[in-house]
């Protein structure tokens, strides 16, 4: 009803009153039920999460705790597969809570996370990534401790997990920082022990993430201005308990190696007691921990990056310094560094870190100490002790005398040159000589690892400054040690200090020997004492009969190898040390460097040792040695190339060639009596997954009583001395190729011709018989053949091609693919018919082994050098390679191997690919052949190329495949949109953390088929693709 004067059309007053509260609660209502609605939604989670979380615990407790192999097994598929899935997070989550009472239960639970989020984090919204980073932080708050008030193990892992998180999140960083601060704040052990565990993961998380990505962390940002906040809180937490102190110690070496601009000079002017607490702790006893969380910490401390200290340094910087070396002198008589140096026994591991620490703080700061004026020339004589301490130890000290020469002499302490220089040679070559008592390394104190090491890589840096400082006088020491008859040990390392040295002996032989006004200077003088001293030794070696310790036969075969050049300017001492090392060769002391030094003779002494007489002289004893089964045939090898290099100096042809026969008649007679020994292998070759096996389940090569095992390796053995002898007759002919017919003379006059047309049947024999070594040995020594002779060897190329392709198609072995190429190569002008044949054969068989094999990745060599030689093939001889009928196949096995992990042969079909869409002028009469394998299959090798880019290809690979991917773009611009459309619409196409349709995948089609875009910014859109992709960005 309406009240009078009530406008008709006006609502009555009552309805007007149910309106206005119609008007509020409807909203009011709708809010209600969507609350109590989230209500019943988050029970269900949580329902859902606590049902997950058991039979996560139970699955976990089956893998840790059950007897049954079974059971574990199936516990652990089962963990495997349920750590990938979402309800992974939620089930984590519920049993990291305090409310788990099994700390190994919620250790495993906070590690899954911890993976998940270095995995999976870029999967996560923003309120899902709040709410997990709020909880972590309340579990690991209310987790248990461990012993002296630290975090347990769960609580640390935690940390960690939600350090992980934080380094991959703008601002999450640093406001965890501050978090771990405030908590800090306290300076209680508990809560001060879980901040310093957060502030270590913190800093180590963010640098974990950069090295990984490559690039800066989300999470850096704004941790650099926190920096002196969080070295104010180590410094107050340090001193609550020792383990408080390695916990501070360790988070300390963390956010140094930030480089957020903490430096020594920073540290000691801003964080005093923190520096000195750490020096401190070097010496602490019975405490490993605490000293290597010490030693960590300042080595870090101390880099180039955190500390520079040029001699230029402020006098902040300076003073830093000089109370560091005072501090060290203090604490070194504590740790009684001198008396335990010079005692001889090894240092524990206290006396080890503060020598590393030591010696850590001496090399950063040695331009400093170099121009002292004698405040920081203590630090010297401290370094000298580590010098003359164990090997470890002194090895330590070595930057130190190293960074030294960075300064010039006359710029250094007057105690810093000549004198300084004459203690560290002593000092050094004691540390050169092996002990008067040793006589093997398997009775010896020593480690032979770490003794040559130290030797190799450490002394003979600074021996050869000591040379350049002292010049005669160190020519003298090393005099010293020959005179008179000196332990074999002290001859030794004479004689290896000059080997050690020979590069810089020999510049300095090579250096003027006048000053400016044409006078005898100093550089004359040191030239005379090394000749002088090098006259001497090599004298005595020359008459010596080469016995006694291997060490000392070793250290003599690689000083004459080293100086073979020089010795070829005396005729009696090269002789005298030729028969000094084949004696040595044939006394098996140290036969591989021998060998060694025999080539380096032959090599610079040719010209003097090429007479007929000497050579025939030579000839005789040498393969004897090369056909000697007691030597390895590596050490026989390298006396063959050897004799080979004096062979090619020969005077004439026809001393040459008789020569070349003496060589190959032993090799050759060994292949006679060897071949019948193995059974012809005629027929197809069976992929390695297909071959057939015994009845019995094993691979055929077991029969009754072990007969056909023994056979089996007997025909092995037979096969590797073939393949010795057909390498040996290889080597012979390496060096001919400098043999020069004269007067116009056929190729077939050549001696390298006579000696293959001798060995041919061997050859031709051995081919049908020989096993994947046998035949590899074969084809190199065609190779060799080939590079010797060029095209003289057409005669024999018929027969030569034949073997390869019968041999390729029987065995496939990487030499016939090298054998190929170097034959396209030399002969694919003259030879097209008979190349394209062997082509051809070479084609069908690899393509046909991709396309039925299982495992296409198992053959990375032998398709590495396919693609190379199709690559090489498109290079020299195109209309070989794009004529064969066989193309289409090519192209498609190049395109199925594109997604491939294995690099080389990868790259290599990639680099195919390139070549053979984008051609070459030779090839522009068979551009049909590449326009009609684009057109057939080109969206298949796309999609490889886009699978390769997203996710299949290693990094490594990155950058091939965009360049592929541009030059499929290039080649069918029209096409190209349509076929990544495709491609990433393909179920089956993995690809990584990248939404399937979305905006991503959209900029990516629109940039890589945007036609006449330049290089620069193709390879940038499809390189963020591969990283979005790879969840390295979003």
């Known amino acids: 009803s309406r009240g009078a004067g009530e406008h008709p059309c006006a609502p009555s007053s009552a309805w007007s009153k149910h309106s206005l509260l119609l008007a509020w609660g409807v909203p009011t209502l709708a809010l209600v039920v969507r609350r109590r609605a989230g209500q019943h939604t988050a029970s269900r989670k949580r329902m859902a999460h606590a049902a997950h979380a058991t039979n996560l615990r139970q699955a976990y407790a089956l893998l840790t705790a059950s007897s049954s192999e079974a059971e574990r097994r199936a516990a652990n598929e089962w963990l495997v597969g349920f750590a990938k899935t979402a309800e992974a997070w939620g089930a984590a989550e519920e049993l990291v809570r ?220 300076r003073d830093a310094a000089e109370a560091v070396a005072a501090q060290f002198g203090v604490l070194a008589r504590e740790v009684r560094l001198a008396e335990l140096l010079m005692s001889g026994e090894p240092a524990d591991d206290r006396l080890f870190y503060f020598c590393r620490a030591l010696c850590a703080f001496a090399e950063r700061c040695v331009d400093l100490v170099a121009v002292t004026e004698g405040s920081l020339l203590p630090l010297v004589e401290l370094l000298l002790l580590c010098a003359g301490g164990e090997l470890r130890v002194a090895e330590l000290s070595i930057d130190f005398w190293v960074g030294l020469q960075d300064t010039a002499v006359a710029q250094r302490h007057e105690r810093l040159r000549a004198p300084l220089y004459r203690r560290l040679a002593t000092l050094l070559l004691d540390k050169c000589t092996l002990p008067a008592e040793f006589t093997s390394w398997d009775e010896a104190a020593e480690d032979e690892e770490e003794f040559r090491r130290f030797r190799e890589q450490s002394a003979l840096e600074v021996l050869g400054a000591c040379l350049s400082l002292l010049a005669c006088e160190f020519v003298g020491q090393l005099q010293a040690m020959l005179q008179g008859s000196p332990p074999w040990q002290k001859l030794e390392a004479a004689l290896f200090v000059l080997r050690g040295l020979h590069v810089q002996i020999k510049g300095a032989l090579r250096g003027s020997a006048a000053d400016g006004e044409g006078r005898p200077s100093a550089a004359a003088e040191l030239q005379a004492a090394l000749n002088q001293l090098l006259g001497f030794v090599f004298g005595q070696l020359a008459a010596w009969r080469p016995s006694g310790a291997t060490l000392l036969v070793e250290s003599a075969m690689r000083l004459v190898g080293a100086f073979a050049k020089w010795l070829q300017r005396d005729e009696a001492l090269l002789r ?245 190429t170097q034959a396209i190569e030399l002969y694919g002008e003259s030879h097209e018919a008979p190349l394209s044949d062997t082509l051809e054969k070479f084609v069908d068989a690899v393509c046909g082994w991709l396309a039925s094999t299982a495992a296409p990745e198992a053959e990375p060599e032998l398709l590495s050098a396919f693609f190379e030689l199709c690559h090489r093939c498109l290079v020299f001889r195109p209309q070989l390679l794009l004529s064969l009928p066989c193309v289409a196949s090519l192209f498609d096995a190049a395109a199925a191997c594109v997604a491939h992990q294995e690099f080389q042969h990868t790259r290599a079909a990639i680099t195919f690919l390139c070549l053979f869409l984008s051609g070459t002028d030779a090839a522009n009469l068979y551009r049909e052949s590449a326009a009609h394998c684009l057109q057939r299959s080109g969206g298949t090798l796309l999609r490889y190329c886009v699978q390769g880019l997203a996710s299949a290809s290693p990094a490594n690979l990155v950058d091939h495949q965009i360049e592929l991917l541009r030059v499929i773009a290039e080649s069918a611009p029209t096409a190209v949109h349509g076929w990544l459309v495709a491609a990433l619409a393909d179920p089956g196409l993995d690809l990584g953390a990248l939404p399937r349709q979305g905006a991503a995948a959209e900029a990516f089609v629109r940039g890589a088929a945007q036609q006449h875009a330049t290089v620069a910014a193709f390879h940038c859109v499809a390189s963020e693709f591969s990283r979005v992709c790879r969840g390295k960005a979003r």
């Not at 401190?280 to 605490?290: D, G, S």
């Not at 080597?731 to 050549?750: K, L, M």
Request: with cysteine; hydrophobic share 45%.
């Open 98 to 317: 305090p409310s788990e009472a099994a700390e190994e239960v919620a250790f495993f639970a906070a590690n899954l996370l911890y993976s998940k989020i270095k995995t999976e984090w870029h999967t996560l919204a923003d309120a899902p990534r709040r709410q997990l980073r709020d909880a972590l932080w309340s579990a690991a708050c209310g987790r248990p401790s461990g012993g002296e008030g630290q975090p347990g193990p769960a609580a640390r892992r935690l940390c960690l997990a939600l350090a992980a998180a934080a380094a991959r999140t703008e601002g999450l960083a640093e406001e965890s920082t501050r978090l771990a601060l405030s908590l800090a704040a306290a300076a209680d052990a508990v809560q001060g022990g879980l901040a310093v565990e957060l502030l270590g993961a913190l800093a180590n998380e963010v640098v974990a993430e950069e090295e990984a990505t490559g690039a800066a962390s989300p999470g850096r940002s704004g941790l650099r201005a926190l920096a002196p906040a969080v070295l104010c809180a180590l410094q107050a937490l340090a001193p609550l308990s020792s383990s408080m102190c390695i916990g501070c110690l360790r988070a300390l070496q963390a956010w140094l190696a930030l480089n957020a601009g903490s430096s020594l000079a920073s540290l000691y002017a801003g964080q005093g007691p923190l520096l000195a607490a750490t020096l401190n702790a070097l010496a602490a006893v019975n405490n490993e921990p605490l000293n290597l969380a010490a030693a960590d910490a300042l080595g870090e401390l101390l880099t180039s990056t955190n500390s520079p200290l040029p001699a230029s340094a402020p006098r902040g910087a």
């Open 576 to 820: 005298g040390c030729l028969r000094l090392v084949l004696e040595a060769v044939q006394a098996g002391g140290a036969p591989e460097h021998a060998a060694e030094a025999f080539r380096a003779l032959c090599i610079h002494g040719r010209r003097r040792l090429a007479s007929a007489a000497y050579l025939s002289e030579l000839v005789g004893p040498c393969t004897a040695l090369a056909g000697s089964a007691a030597l390895a045939s590596s050490v026989r090898l390298t006396l063959q190339e050897a004799l080979a290099r004096l062979v090619g100096a020969a005077p004439s042809p026809a001393e040459a060639e008789q020569l070349l026969h003496a060589l190959v008649r032993a090799p050759c007679e060994q292949l006679a009596a060897l071949l019948p020994h193995l059974p012809p292998s005629d027929g197809a070759s069976v992929p390695p997954e297909t071959a057939p096996r015994a009845s019995d389940g094993s691979d055929g090569s077991r029969g009754s009583g072990g007969e056909a095992a023994a056979t089996a390796a007997s025909t092995q053995g037979v096969e590797e001395a073939v393949a010795t002898q057909l390498a040996l007759i290889g080597a012979a002919i390496r060096f001919s190729d400098t043999i020069q017919v004269g007067g116009g003379g056929s190729c077939a006059a050549h001696p390298v011709f006579a000696v293959l047309s001798y060995c041919w049947p061997l050859l031709q024999d051995a081919s049908r018989r020989g096993g994947p070594s046998v035949l590899q040995a074969l084809l190199e020594l065609h190779g060799r053949a080939m590079g010797c002779l060029g095209g003289g060897l057409a005669p024999l190329l018929p027969s030569i091609l034949e073997q390869i392709g019968t041999t390729f198609c029987r065995r496939p072995v990487v030499g016939a693919l090298e054998c190929l």
